[in-house]
């Protein structure tokens, strides 16, 4: 089993910055791809990010490439997500998942997941 906590979000103006940080513990985290979603009111939970095990293969949606940065510290046990310029339509719980070795951007393909953290852009 693997544990996963979010911590990190919080109330930000547009245009500014927080980093999400994800935490594991029960196993090491370094042999886990992990995946960022979020879901706001009323939508569904969509694809944020994904970095695989080793770092070599990181994805991005298309509505935050450029702003939001996905790495992993493994001797931490931590992946974190770094959001710059951050728009109201960001605000959403921020989760993230894990899965065995490679990154995935469908949601279904992950076996552990975290409680989330609430991200609110105020504009």
């Known amino acids: 089993q693997v544990q996963l906590v979010e911590s990190g979000g919080g109330l930000v103006q547009a245009g500014g910055s927080l980093r999400l940080s994800c935490a594991a513990s029960?196993?090491?985290?370094?042999?886990?791809?992990v995946g960022w979603f979020r879901q706001a009111p009323g939508k569904e939970r969509e694809f944020v990010s994904a970095?695989?095990?080793?770092?070599?293969?990181?994805d991005y949606a298309d509505s935050v490439k450029g702003r939001f940065t996905i790495s992993r510290d493994n001797t931490k046990n931590t992946v974190y997500l770094q959001m710059n310029s951050l728009k109201p339509e960001d605000t959403a719980v921020y989760y993230c998942?894990?899965?065995?070795?490679?990154?995935?951007?469908?949601?279904?393909?992950?076996?552990?997941w975290g409680q989330g953290t609430q991200v609110t852009v105020s504009s």
């Open positions: 998942a894990a899965r065995k070795l490679l990154a995935r951007m469908a949601e279904a393909e992950y076996d552990y």
């Open positions: 029960g196993r090491t985290l370094s042999t886990y791809a």
């Open positions: 970095i695989s095990w080793s770092g070599g293969t990181i």
